[in-house]
T-cell receptor, first 112, second 117 residues
Protein backbone atom coordinates (compact mmCIF):
# COMPACT_ATOMS: atom_id res chain seq x y z
CA UNK A 1 0.00 0.00 0.00
CA UNK A 2 0.91 3.63 -0.12
CA UNK A 3 2.65 5.38 2.68
CA UNK A 4 3.61 8.98 2.72
CA UNK A 5 5.98 10.50 5.19
CA UNK A 6 7.72 13.72 5.88
CA UNK A 7 11.33 14.13 6.80
CA UNK A 8 10.92 16.96 9.32
CA UNK A 9 8.00 17.24 11.70
CA UNK A 10 8.78 20.87 12.61
CA UNK A 11 10.58 23.54 10.66
CA UNK A 12 11.52 26.89 12.14
CA UNK A 13 12.64 29.69 9.83
CA UNK A 14 13.31 33.38 10.02
CA UNK A 15 10.97 35.74 8.27
CA UNK A 16 12.26 36.44 4.81
CA UNK A 17 14.20 33.19 4.49
CA UNK A 18 13.28 30.44 2.08
CA UNK A 19 11.59 27.30 3.45
CA UNK A 20 11.85 23.79 2.12
CA UNK A 21 9.44 21.09 3.24
CA UNK A 22 10.09 17.54 2.13
CA UNK A 23 7.90 14.52 1.57
CA UNK A 24 8.63 10.91 0.61
CA UNK A 25 6.18 8.44 -0.86
CA UNK A 26 6.38 4.73 -1.43
CA UNK A 27 4.09 3.83 -4.31
CA UNK A 28 5.83 4.09 -7.65
CA UNK A 29 2.40 4.15 -9.35
CA UNK A 30 1.62 7.50 -7.73
CA UNK A 31 1.00 10.06 -10.41
CA UNK A 32 -0.54 13.06 -8.71
CA UNK A 33 0.90 15.12 -5.88
CA UNK A 34 -0.53 18.03 -3.95
CA UNK A 35 0.58 20.34 -1.19
CA UNK A 36 -1.95 21.67 1.28
CA UNK A 37 -1.62 24.24 4.05
CA UNK A 38 -3.67 23.82 7.20
CA UNK A 39 -4.03 26.50 9.82
CA UNK A 40 -5.17 25.62 13.30
CA UNK A 41 -8.84 24.68 13.45
CA UNK A 42 -9.36 25.02 9.71
CA UNK A 43 -9.59 22.76 6.71
CA UNK A 44 -6.63 22.21 4.38
CA UNK A 45 -6.06 24.89 1.77
CA UNK A 46 -4.81 23.95 -1.69
CA UNK A 47 -1.38 25.38 -2.48
CA UNK A 48 -0.04 23.70 -5.59
CA UNK A 49 -0.14 20.39 -7.41
CA UNK A 50 2.04 18.52 -9.85
CA UNK A 51 1.60 15.51 -12.05
CA UNK A 52 4.12 12.77 -12.61
CA UNK A 53 4.93 13.98 -16.12
CA UNK A 54 6.55 17.07 -14.62
CA UNK A 55 9.44 17.53 -12.23
CA UNK A 56 8.92 21.17 -11.31
CA UNK A 57 6.06 23.57 -11.05
CA UNK A 58 5.97 27.12 -9.79
CA UNK A 59 3.25 29.22 -8.26
CA UNK A 60 3.19 32.46 -6.39
CA UNK A 61 6.20 32.27 -4.02
CA UNK A 62 5.99 28.46 -4.06
CA UNK A 63 7.73 25.80 -6.08
CA UNK A 64 7.10 22.07 -6.01
CA UNK A 65 9.85 19.70 -7.09
CA UNK A 66 9.20 16.07 -7.87
CA UNK A 67 11.90 13.41 -8.04
CA UNK A 68 10.26 10.21 -9.16
CA UNK A 69 13.51 8.28 -9.09
CA UNK A 70 13.77 8.53 -5.32
CA UNK A 71 10.03 9.07 -4.75
CA UNK A 72 10.47 12.45 -3.16
CA UNK A 73 8.81 15.80 -3.48
CA UNK A 74 9.41 19.11 -1.87
CA UNK A 75 7.68 22.42 -1.38
CA UNK A 76 9.79 25.53 -1.48
CA UNK A 77 8.40 28.77 -0.11
CA UNK A 78 10.29 31.90 -1.03
CA UNK A 79 10.61 34.85 1.33
CA UNK A 80 8.67 33.12 4.09
CA UNK A 81 6.21 35.35 5.91
CA UNK A 82 4.54 35.03 9.33
CA UNK A 83 1.29 34.23 7.53
CA UNK A 84 2.94 31.10 6.16
CA UNK A 85 3.03 29.58 9.65
CA UNK A 86 0.86 26.46 9.49
CA UNK A 87 1.03 22.71 9.05
CA UNK A 88 1.84 21.62 5.53
CA UNK A 89 0.68 18.29 4.17
CA UNK A 90 1.70 16.51 1.03
CA UNK A 91 -0.93 14.28 -0.51
CA UNK A 92 -0.38 11.61 -3.10
CA UNK A 93 -2.80 10.00 -5.51
CA UNK A 94 -2.64 7.16 -7.96
CA UNK A 95 -4.89 7.17 -10.98
CA UNK A 96 -6.05 10.73 -10.62
CA UNK A 97 -7.54 12.98 -8.01
CA UNK A 98 -9.46 10.50 -5.93
CA UNK A 99 -8.15 8.52 -2.96
CA UNK A 100 -5.48 10.90 -1.77
CA UNK A 101 -3.08 9.62 0.86
CA UNK A 102 -1.87 12.34 3.19
CA UNK A 103 1.53 12.61 4.77
CA UNK A 104 2.00 13.18 8.47
CA UNK A 105 2.42 16.94 8.12
CA UNK A 106 5.21 19.43 8.85
CA UNK A 107 4.67 22.40 11.10
CA UNK A 108 6.27 25.54 9.74
CA UNK A 109 7.01 28.21 12.34
CA UNK A 110 8.11 31.59 11.03
CA UNK A 111 9.94 33.84 13.45
CA UNK A 112 10.28 37.61 13.03
CA UNK B 1 -13.51 29.69 -6.88
CA UNK B 2 -14.03 26.14 -5.53
CA UNK B 3 -15.43 27.12 -2.16
CA UNK B 4 -16.63 24.35 0.13
CA UNK B 5 -18.65 24.96 3.26
CA UNK B 6 -19.54 22.77 6.20
CA UNK B 7 -22.25 23.05 8.77
CA UNK B 8 -22.12 23.08 11.69
CA UNK B 9 -18.58 24.24 12.41
CA UNK B 10 -18.74 22.61 15.80
CA UNK B 11 -21.19 20.44 17.68
CA UNK B 12 -21.40 18.96 21.15
CA UNK B 13 -23.73 16.05 21.72
CA UNK B 14 -24.52 13.41 24.29
CA UNK B 15 -23.39 9.82 23.89
CA UNK B 16 -25.90 7.77 21.95
CA UNK B 17 -27.30 10.59 19.87
CA UNK B 18 -26.86 11.09 16.13
CA UNK B 19 -25.25 14.08 14.48
CA UNK B 20 -25.55 15.23 10.88
CA UNK B 21 -22.84 17.25 9.17
CA UNK B 22 -23.46 18.98 5.85
CA UNK B 23 -20.90 19.64 3.16
CA UNK B 24 -21.71 22.00 0.31
CA UNK B 25 -19.84 23.08 -2.78
CA UNK B 26 -20.87 26.72 -3.11
CA UNK B 27 -19.69 27.77 -6.54
CA UNK B 28 -19.22 24.53 -8.42
CA UNK B 29 -20.85 21.18 -8.91
CA UNK B 30 -19.08 18.21 -7.40
CA UNK B 31 -19.85 14.73 -8.60
CA UNK B 32 -17.44 13.39 -6.01
CA UNK B 33 -17.08 14.44 -2.40
CA UNK B 34 -14.90 12.96 0.29
CA UNK B 35 -15.11 12.67 4.05
CA UNK B 36 -12.03 12.68 6.26
CA UNK B 37 -11.46 12.66 9.97
CA UNK B 38 -8.51 14.16 11.74
CA UNK B 39 -7.42 13.61 15.32
CA UNK B 40 -5.35 16.26 17.12
CA UNK B 41 -1.85 16.67 15.76
CA UNK B 42 -2.46 13.93 13.21
CA UNK B 43 -2.96 13.75 9.51
CA UNK B 44 -6.18 13.39 7.56
CA UNK B 45 -7.61 9.92 7.17
CA UNK B 46 -10.03 9.25 4.34
CA UNK B 47 -13.26 7.73 5.60
CA UNK B 48 -15.32 7.47 2.44
CA UNK B 49 -15.81 8.65 -1.09
CA UNK B 50 -19.25 9.92 -1.96
CA UNK B 51 -20.58 10.00 -5.50
CA UNK B 52 -23.75 11.84 -6.37
CA UNK B 53 -26.66 9.48 -6.75
CA UNK B 54 -24.86 6.35 -5.68
CA UNK B 55 -23.72 4.61 -2.54
CA UNK B 56 -20.61 5.81 -0.82
CA UNK B 57 -17.41 3.80 -0.90
CA UNK B 58 -16.00 3.34 2.57
CA UNK B 59 -12.39 2.82 3.48
CA UNK B 60 -11.35 -0.32 5.29
CA UNK B 61 -12.16 -0.15 8.96
CA UNK B 62 -14.85 2.52 8.63
CA UNK B 63 -18.28 1.30 9.70
CA UNK B 64 -20.79 2.24 7.03
CA UNK B 65 -23.73 1.74 9.38
CA UNK B 66 -22.23 4.14 11.87
CA UNK B 67 -21.14 6.82 9.42
CA UNK B 68 -24.03 7.28 7.02
CA UNK B 69 -23.24 9.27 3.91
CA UNK B 70 -25.75 10.72 1.50
CA UNK B 71 -24.86 12.63 -1.65
CA UNK B 72 -28.26 13.68 -2.88
CA UNK B 73 -27.22 16.49 -5.20
CA UNK B 74 -24.21 17.80 -7.02
CA UNK B 75 -23.63 20.39 -4.31
CA UNK B 76 -24.51 18.60 -1.08
CA UNK B 77 -23.21 15.60 0.81
CA UNK B 78 -24.10 14.75 4.38
CA UNK B 79 -22.37 12.64 6.99
CA UNK B 80 -24.44 11.32 9.87
CA UNK B 81 -22.64 9.90 12.87
CA UNK B 82 -25.14 7.52 14.39
CA UNK B 83 -25.17 6.61 18.07
CA UNK B 84 -22.14 8.73 18.68
CA UNK B 85 -19.70 7.82 21.45
CA UNK B 86 -16.80 9.75 22.96
CA UNK B 87 -14.32 7.94 20.74
CA UNK B 88 -16.08 9.47 17.72
CA UNK B 89 -14.99 12.92 18.89
CA UNK B 90 -12.83 14.28 16.13
CA UNK B 91 -12.45 16.92 13.45
CA UNK B 92 -14.46 15.90 10.40
CA UNK B 93 -13.51 17.49 7.11
CA UNK B 94 -15.12 17.12 3.72
CA UNK B 95 -13.67 17.86 0.34
CA UNK B 96 -15.14 18.16 -3.11
CA UNK B 97 -13.51 17.55 -6.42
CA UNK B 98 -13.78 20.46 -8.80
CA UNK B 99 -12.09 23.19 -10.78
CA UNK B 100 -10.78 26.20 -8.96
CA UNK B 101 -7.59 28.12 -8.37
CA UNK B 102 -6.27 26.74 -11.65
CA UNK B 103 -6.50 23.08 -10.74
CA UNK B 104 -8.93 20.19 -10.94
CA UNK B 105 -8.39 18.74 -7.51
CA UNK B 106 -9.92 18.29 -4.08
CA UNK B 107 -10.95 21.43 -2.25
CA UNK B 108 -11.64 21.21 1.45
CA UNK B 109 -14.29 22.59 3.72
CA UNK B 110 -13.45 24.32 7.01
CA UNK B 111 -14.15 21.22 9.08
CA UNK B 112 -16.59 20.31 11.84
CA UNK B 113 -15.42 19.75 15.39
CA UNK B 114 -17.49 16.99 17.01
CA UNK B 115 -17.35 16.48 20.74
CA UNK B 116 -19.31 13.60 22.22
CA UNK B 117 -19.87 13.75 25.96
Amino acid sequence: GESVGLHLPTLSVQEGDNSIINCAYSNSASDYFIWYKQESGKGPQFIIDIRSNMDKRQGQRVTVLLNKTVKHLSLQIAATQPGDSAVYFCAVGAGGYNKLIFGAGTRLAVHP
Amino acid sequence: GAVVSQHPSWVICKSGTSVKIECRSLDFQATTMFWYRQFPKQSLMLMATSNEGSKATYEQGVEKDKFLINHASLTLSTLTVTSAHPEDSSFYICSARGWGQGADTQYFGPGTRLTVL
